[in-house]
């Protein structure tokens, strides 16, 4: 049993109204200091078995096909409190490290 | 002898009744799909309607695209099968990739309904050859997930190869990139777009013009000339 966290944002380029909805109420709301909002999904998958590679694989596929379109959002795949790989460059690194 | 023309019912899908209503009133035959059947009935051509397939759950259209009828039309489509999407019709049709691009929220977040101008940009794919390449329609526009986007460089392939099949005129009701209400594929078989044809097709209700009409007799003409 394990709990897989796949992020899925809009990409950078990608104009988020929503999040510059929530970005413009923060001054009003008296938290200042926020200068940018970007907002995303968050999917909780309790696998039945370990979190092992060939598990990994299964759900990086199921977040490139179904979670996210990749069109217009990236992913990350992290084991909960494990490190994360993705689609981002940034999460690349992350797994060439791991 | 008149062309059969399906129309799928998706669980949400709020215009499957007015579209087969327009295609009647163009004088071909409709035909009821519902998605959980692969089979498409042996009709000739298929259109998307508009609503919220899967309550738009998700994404606008991404629950419907694994939906057994869609596994069927993609093939189809690829094929040659004329397929029009209609507002969801049209989100359904970029996720499954065989229109590129993709739909996000209107860029101020309302969802918006009006009757919106467009011109038709290209009249040569399979639901547009009624009109002129310039001419200037109007029909409804009604949704929350309008915003039609896509990297430059399909912006500029689509640009180059004529693919913007509708441009908003007059304002941008959402945000969409370069004003692009519709697209279509390389083939001009598969055509997508926001606005609804199927609500101007006669003058007792929508717009009260016949604007839309086109895009059900230009499939018609095609199919019987075939």
Known sequence: MARVVVDVMLKPEILDPQGQAVQRALPRLGFDGISDVRQGKRFELELDGPADE???ARVRELAETFLA???IEDFTVRVENGPASGNEPAAETVQAAS | MTARIGVITFPGSLDDRDTRRAI???GAEPVALWHRDKDLKGVDAVVLPGGFSYGDYLRAGAISRFSPVMETVIGEARAGLPVLGICNGFQVLTETHLLPGAMLRNNHLHFICREQQLRVENAD???TADYTAGQEIRIPLKNVDGRYVADERTLDM???EGRVAFRYLG???NGSLRDI??????AGNVVGLMPHPEHAVEPLVGTGGTDGLGFFTSILKKLVNA
């Open chain 1, 54 to 56: 060939a598990a990994l």
């Open chain 1, 69 to 71: 379109n990749t069109v």
């Open chain 2, 24 to 26: 009647r009133l163009a």
């Open chain 2, 125 to 127: 794919t399979a639901w």
């Open chain 2, 158 to 160: 689509l640009e180059a």
């Open chain 2, 171 to 173: 304002m941008n009701p």
């Open chain 2, 181 to 186: 209400a519709g697209i279509t594929n390389e």
